[in-house]
């Protein structure tokens, strides 16, 4: 054969189906990273809604120092420009696909860029916060009201949790299942009882839990059907002047109400590693000092990352 009469392919002559599979095996770096620009259909197919139905940025920490001014975060100039380049090329190739939203725990995204994110994924369902330092009432309720498909939330514990909650049950009909990072107390349960009652999944693991919170839970959120509790610290707080006590088992009292739950997920074990920490972090997990992705876990595989 001569080579005269050889078929040479381009790459761009790929079919876009074989380009998107091709995709597929790219972490989000490597998708942002300029191949939408090598020609038209290299750029169609990295716009291909498979590619973008979550955008997962777990990988993604903010370089900062701690200040003891609002928002008591400084951030390096440098790694916010990596989040916004990062970001907002994704949003621009995901036109609007993307249904499943994964920041990390540590990463301080600004109030305007979560109101330019929510803007452009209006069909989000999944939602993993990241830390609230930099993020205001008004950013995270403006993201919610575009937000009406949301089903499910991930994100870290809240001094005043009802403006949110509030939003969540005015706006995302399909609300349905909660996870709480962090500190859960009884202010926290009674803003779930009365904005969201209708939940069905709710995660507290490695928080400190009271004992009455629990039962006020157990009691008062009956459309719940999976409730995990693992590895939390479970407090029980006995009229003055009797001090509260670190509980080692449930009593039969909370077994028997969650009786009703189709999963009450648990986990008190002293061998347990995970048991431990949560004690030594006194039912504050400081996930920072442990091994990276050890947040993303949950009993409950629907939140498990």
Known sequence: MEESDRVVRRWED?????????????????????????????????????????????????????????????????????????????????????????????????????????????????????AWNRIKKTGICKAIRIWQDLESLTMPSIANPPYLLEEIANNCKNFSELKVMGPFDNFFAATIITYLPKVRVLSLRCSMLVKDTLISILDELRNLEVLNISHCLLIEIPPPPAPRRIMRELDQCILDKASRLREFLTCMKDSCIMCQRTRNDEGLMRWYKYEEGVWKADEVSSLSL
């Open 14 to 130: 790929l079919d876009i189906d074989i380009l998107v599979k091709i995709f597929q095996s790219f972490d989000i770096i490597e998708l942002t990273s300029g191949i939408a620009t090598v020609c038209t259909s290299w750029r169609m197919a990295c716009c291909d809604p498979l590619l973008w139905r979550t955008l997962d940025l777990s990988m993604m920490k903010s370089n900062f120092i701690k200040i003891p001014l609002e928002p008591y975060v400084y951030v390096d100039a440098r790694s916010d420009k990596t989040l916004n380049h990062l970001l907002k090329t994704s949003l621009s190739l995901s036109q609007g696909n993307i249904m499943t939203l994964i920041f990390h725990f540590n990463l301080y995204v600004s109030d305007d860029l979560l109101t330019y994110t929510a803007e452009r994924c209006p069909r989000l369902r999944r939602l993993v916060m990241p």
